[in-house]
């Protein structure tokens, strides 16, 4: 069982920036593709970013594009997602996510493990 631990939400101002941390225990397999998305008020969850653990292949959410950055630490178990040019429309609770896919995907009904959650607020 994978257990997913997010940290690092807050509030920024716009066009700061902000890296969020997640913890994975039992992530062994090289079979797991790790990812991030997020959820505004009153809307679907919506993708961000993931990456293959092992293979490293990444894939972005248009919105994303070129202002975050996903990556992992093999070592610690750990994935990021830096987050630059911050705007008020990234707000929302950031969650990670765990998929038993060789690559990303952007269908967040693949993805299996979920964690908590934790919020990003950017203020205008």
């Known amino acids: 069982q994978v257990r997913l631990i997010e940290s690092g939400g807050g509030l920024v101002q716009a066009g700061g920036s902000l890296t969020l941390s997640c913890t994975a225990s039992e992530l062994t397999s090289s079979t797991f593709t790790v990812g991030w998305f997020r959820q505004a008020p009153g809307a679907e969850r919506e993708f961000v970013a993931a990456v293959g653990w092992i293979n490293g292949v990444a894939r972005y959410g248009d919105s994303v594009k070129a202002r975050f950055t996903i990556s992992r630490d093999g070592a610690k178990n750990t994935l990021f997602l830096q987050m630059n040019s911050l705007a008020p429309e990234d707000t929302a609770v950031y969650y990670c996510?765990?998929?038993?896919?060789?690559?990303?995907?952007?269908?967040?009904?693949?993805?299996?493990?979920w964690g908590q959650g934790t919020q990003v607020t950017v203020s205008s």
């Open positions: 996510a765990a998929s038993e896919t060789h690559l990303p995907t952007m269908n967040k009904g693949a993805y299996r493990f």
